[in-house]
């Protein structure tokens, strides 16, 4: 069984900055790409920054220059240190990884999974 844990999201005000963490588990073999998306409240789910096996990194616009996307390899970790924070990036942020699975020796899977999201407010 696959789990992400994601930690790190809370209340914080204008311009200040948090740290969030997702920690991936279980039979996997390598990762496709694992980042965070987020989604306000009668919004869409939105990506927010990810990485992928081809070593591309993506940033939403209006998140370039303030978030940094960076990764633990040996711990299926990636986290995302969000500077300059503003109220519009309040919202849930949820992780993802799209991961490939061994389920014995000689095969393997791949699916996508979702953490169970953390929010995050900016406000004064």
């Known amino acids: 069984q696959v789990q992400l844990v994601e930690s790190g999201g809370g209340l914080v005000q204008p311009g200040g900055s948090l740290r969030l963490s997702c920690a991936a588990s279980?039979?996997?073999?390598?990762?496709?790409?694992m980042g965070w998306y987020r989604q306000a409240p009668g919004q869409e789910r939105e990506l927010v920054a990810n990485?992928?096996?081809?070593?591309?990194?993506n940033y939403a616009d209006s998140v370039k220059g303030r978030f940094t996307i960076s990764r633990d390899n040996a711990k299926n970790t990636v986290y995302l240190q969000m500077n300059s924070l503003k109220p519009e990036d309040t919202a849930v942020y949820y992780c993802?990884?799209?991961?490939?699975?061994?389920?014995?020796?000689?095969?393997?899977?791949?699916?996508?999974?979702w953490g169970q999201g953390t929010q995050v407010t900016v406000s004064s």
């Open positions: 990485f992928t096996s081809g070593g591309t990194t």
């Open positions: 993802n990884a799209d991961l490939k699975l061994v389920y014995r020796p000689g095969y393997y899977g791949r699916r996508d999974y």
């Open positions: 279980g039979n996997i073999r390598s990762i496709n790409a």
